[in-house]
């Protein structure tokens, strides 16, 4: 780049290394979400759709690039490799510049993880940074793979514009570096599947020219997966009593999403033999405290690493309960229900599902007595009407089909 001869004088460098840093677009992990980080799967048809879009706004909206730098893996290759044909310049592919590898964990569901190493898991996500998962790396360490690929690389890339496609981790391991930040900041940084980001390399420093840019959305991608749907409406919450299809519905609705479905921590306690009956109300307080921590704890990280959620129960259930059962211990409820409301405003949306119209089962797990439901549900329903604002609870109509219901929830944050 060239620079007027007043502004050259005054800079420290003249030299501008543009570094264009391109994430891939989304894989295909089935109905759950996995840990997939150094598994080389392929891309999903919306992510070869995300990947279409990003290739063209390459070639319209930016200046032709010195060359191409990739990871080796397929979801990646998808757009390198048509990328450096069309555009006419080399492809440096480099298994440095890989995802973090998971270990023992690639391939597994996140919640299936979750229940057979719920220790593990919770220590890995408390320190993101220096944890690695059993025969993996931590972010650290792919910090400082990639920081030695780079320092390899500079000499030939300084100066010229360059295009990197690359993971979520590459990129945040990146620009943490070129902007002096610890990795414990690595997660402030969330460049969505599809996104263009752009740094300015030179002597005096690096500037971050964008962030997360999206192209416009192919048409034909998956039903149910827009853009708007991923860029809007991202932390979703259920809300209905037991028997209303909420973990079946959010489960879809959280691949649809490309979000984690986070599950209630009640029904694995009952399936692990808690007895709700034999408990004192301290002890039930105490069980509502624990469940709304480790919900809260799960959806600071959902929101950190994935930029959203979809929950099995929302925190005006948890206010529900507190009202159902403990209305007679008013410092208990005077402390803990007007902070469950305040959460719920944080929600993009409270999704409360119409009671009675799905058969109750019996699964050895949840009551039957449609009446205590009934309960429960107008408790919720009331609360959701009085204490969100308005547009923020939104109430399912009598659909019982999971596709329609699916169809509209996702239409409603679409719009």
Known sequence: MSFQRTTQDAMVSHVVTHLHLLRHGRVDTGPRRIAYGASDLPLSAVGRAESEALEAFVEQALPRPSGILSSDLQRCRALAEPLAESLGVPLHMSAALREQDMGAWEGQ???????????????YWDDYVGARPPGGESLADVSARVGAWWDEQWPRLEGGRWILVGHAGVVRSLLCRFLGLPMTEALRFAPAHGSHSHVLLAEA????????????????AEQ?????????GRRLALSGSAGTGKSTLGRRLAAAMDVPFLEEGMRRRLEE?????????????????????????????????FGGFVADRSAVDFAAFCLLFHSYDVAFCEDLVPRLLAHAQGYDAVINLPWGLLPLEADG???????????????????????????RAWFLPDLEDLERRLQWIVERVAR
Not at 205 to 220: C, E, M, Y
Not at 290 to 301: D, M, N, T
């Open 109 to 123: 569901a996140w919640d299936d993880l979750q229940a057979a190493h719920q220790v593990d898991v919770n220590d």
């Open 205 to 220: 420093g690096a500037v971050l020219q964008s962030l997360g840019q999206l192209p416009v959305a192919s048409r034909g």
């Open 224 to 232: 149910y997966q827009s853009q708007s749907v991923r860029r809007v």
């Open 273 to 305: 033999g808690l007895v709700v009956h034999d408990l004192r109300p301290e002890q039930h307080r105490a069980l509502i405290l624990e469940l709304w921590r480790e919900q809260q704890a799960a959806e600071e990280r959902a929101h950190i690493e």
């Open 365 to 391: 797990v949840r009551s039957t007595n449609r009446w205590y439901q009934r309960h429960f549900q107008a408790t919720a329903e009331g609360l959701l009407r009085r204490d969100l604002p308005p547009g």
